[in-house]
């Protein structure tokens, strides 16, 4: 069965980065694009970006440009989303998530990043 | 940039029908795609493509599209609905998640 398997929480100072990795199975990893979405304590969902898992392409959103930085390891099927210049308020819960044609059908547990001194 | 529109709550006696709406301009022209999300887990789908019910979401989930409103109902709904719902669209190449509405069911 499809599933996407995020890594642990992580605890980071302002201005450090943090990486999130999101390992696929149970599909042909490079055939579906992975999304990367934020969701703040008590808040709602807000896209972050994507990638081609085949090509490496990605696209961010505005709100997240020069901060976030998606890659992938095709050797370990293996997404992961880099997110630098850490604020208080970057303190969130990221999910990866794989989109067929257009929608999200499978999700990862979520990773919660906190940013605190 | 592009917006959609969600009541922030929607209250639902136990076994009435709930109706949950998302609103956005052009969408018409837009497959709107709907999420339920319970606290701390992750999002699941529920609707695709305005109307397109997934494997194993129960046939009491009911998407619908008039004008620039779509719609969610819920059938017969029970406690375990209680969640937050989220519609999402496509807007040039980015996407959009609506801001949610909290089901409570009474």
């Known amino acids: 069965q499809v599933q996407l398997v995020q890594s642990g929480a992580a605890v980071e100072t302002p201005g450090a980065s943090v990486k999130v990795s999101c390992k696929a199975s149970?599909?042909?990893?490079?055939?579906?694009?992975i999304h990367w979405v934020r969701q703040a304590p008590g808040q709602g969902l807000e896209w972050v970006g994507s990638?081609?898992?085949?090509?490496?392409?990605?696209k961010y959103a505005q709100n997240f440009q020069g901060r976030v930085t998606m890659t992938r390891d095709t050797s370990i099927n293996t997404a992961y989303m880099q997110l630098s210049s850490l604020r208080s308020d970057d303190t969130a819960l990221f999910f990866c998530?794989?989109?067929?044609?257009?929608?999200?059908?499978?999700w990862g547990q979520g990773t919660l990043v906190s940013v605190s001194s | 940039s592009y917006e959609l529109t969600q009541s922030l709550s929607v209250s639902v006696a136990l076994g009435q029908t709930a109706k949950i709406t998302c609103g956005g301009n052009?969408?018409?022209?837009?497959?709107v795609h709907w999420f339920h999300q319970k606290p701390g887990q992750a999002p699941v789908l529920v609707i695709y493509?305005?109307?397109s019910r997934p494997s194993g979401i129960p046939e009491r989930f009911s998407g619908s599209k008039s004008g620039n409103t779509a719609t969610l109902t819920i059938y017969g709904a029970q406690v375990g609905d209680e969640a937050d719902y989220y519609c999402?669209?496509?807007?040039?190449?980015?996407?959009?998640f609506g801001g949610g509405t909290k089901l409570t069911v009474l």
């Open positions: 052009n969408l018409g022209t837009k497959n």
């Open positions: 149970g599909f042909t990893f490079t055939t579906y694009y």
């Open positions: 990638i081609n898992p085949d090509s490496g392409g990605t």
């Open positions: 493509r305005d109307e």
């Open positions: 998530t794989r989109v067929v044609a257009d929608y999200f059908d499978s």
């Open positions: 999402q669209v496509w807007d040039s190449g980015t996407v959009v």
